[in-house]
């Protein structure tokens, strides 16, 4: 029921794909394999070129501007502290308790899923919910104050749906990567493009213009800020003092479309790998964070990954967590 839906939802119906996992799991070339098949999905494919130095004298401005966007509250620090352990459903209502409208946000959300039954205790909600669209309603709901009124670069609506995807299939794709920390992957996932919400924090009036294919979206940005999202991110998760792991993820979570897996620091390339992919599945499936550019990754990445991609992103699992997310409201 739930794929149907979604199939109705893309516009999409899967084909038979030419390239099917090996079944014996012994050729290596075919289980490394980036094996998508792009005309099933959305998106424009596209080459990414590197990030390249920043403007220092525009950087050094939106860095003097990170008064503007608030601080995180502590209670997002010990929820991620507890998703991070592992904690129960049960011990991370007793913290979400602290925030009555968070609970009712959670409740809301967790009966517009569906259900026998009518949610109306917190941790019934975040057992419907699962983890990852918890932590992803919270996010939102502690960032509420940076949503203004006006024009700003990116919608802030496919920038919170992009986020919110990424990390739902980040924690997914973490588990078919051998060492990579799924808490991990579903927050950096959820925080790889914070930097474009800086953007918005800061920045009035629209993009302008259209990204070129073949020079990519960070080129764009550059032209446009005279800086890119990435080094936007790192500096916001400066100011927000996160973990040194999430910072760096977010300044290599483009590293896969242009470079091999050791030009990115070993303690986050797994969680790199996970959400870059998560993040072209996201575009694929129409929920891209403003732009709708897909870049294979480089060749080499595919080899943390187990199994065929494909298959991967027509599984139950992927169109479930997408169905959850699609029914957040914004």
């Known amino acids: 029921m739930v794929m149907r839906w979604l199939l109705t939802l893309f516009g999409r119906e899967r084909k038979p794909h030419a390239r099917q996992a090996s079944a014996s799991g012994k050729e290596k070339g075919a289980d490394s394999a980036f094996d998508l098949d792009f005309s099933q999905g959305k998106g424009t494919l596209a080459a990414?070129?590197?990030?390249?130095?920043?403007?220092?004298?525009?950087?050094?401005?939106?860095?003097?501007?990170?008064?503007?966007?608030?601080?995180?509250?502590?209670?997002?620090?010990?929820?991620?502290?507890?998703?991070?352990?592992?904690?129960?459903?049960?011990?991370?209502?007793?913290?979400?308790?602290?925030?009555?409208?968070?609970?009712?946000?959670?409740?809301?959300?967790?009966?517009?899923?569906?259900?026998?039954?009518?949610?109306?205790?917190?941790?019934?909600?975040?057992?419907?919910?699962?983890?990852?669209?918890?932590?992803?309603?919270?996010?939102?709901?502690?960032?509420?104050?940076?949503r203004r009124s006006g024009s700003s670069p990116y919608p802030s609506s496919k920038l919170w749906r992009h986020a919110m995807s990424t990390s739902a299939l980040a924690t997914l794709v973490a588990k078919q990567i051998r060492g990579c920390d799924p808490s991990v992957a579903g927050t950096l996932g959820l925080l790889h493009d914070i930097g474009r919400i800086g953007i918005n924090a800061t920045e009035k009036g629209g993009l302008g213009g259209a990204a070129d294919p073949e020079r990519g979206y960070l080129a764009f940005e550059h032209a446009r800020f005279g800086f890119d999202h990435l080094q936007a991110g790192v500096l916001l998760a400066r100011h927000w003092q996160l973990p040194q792991a999430i910072q760096d993820g977010i300044g290599y979570h483009h590293h896969p479309a242009h470079s091999a897996p050791d030009k990115v620091p070993a303690a986050v390339r797994r969680e790199v790998c996970a959400v870059y992919l998560a993040d072209l599945l996201s575009i694929y499936f129409d929920n891209g964070g403003g732009h709708d550019f897909i870049v294979p990754p480089h060749s080499g990445w595919m080899a943390l990954f187990s199994g065929s991609f494909d298959a991967f992103a027509a599984s139950r699992v992927v169109s479930k967590e997408l169905w959850r997310v699609s029914c957040i409201a914004l």
């Open 48 to 146: 990414l070129l590197p990030s390249v130095e920043a403007d220092g004298a525009r950087l050094e401005a939106f860095a003097g501007r990170m008064s503007e966007v608030p601080t995180l509250p502590a209670l997002w620090q010990e929820l991620q502290a507890a998703f991070t352990r592992g904690e129960s459903a049960k011990a991370i209502c007793k913290l979400i308790r602290e925030d009555p409208p968070l609970v009712g946000k959670l409740l809301a959300q967790a009966n517009a899923l569906g259900g026998k039954r009518e949610i109306v205790d917190a941790s019934q909600a975040i057992v419907r919910l699962g983890f990852p669209a918890v932590r992803s309603i919270a996010m939102h709901h502690f960032l509420s104050a940076l």
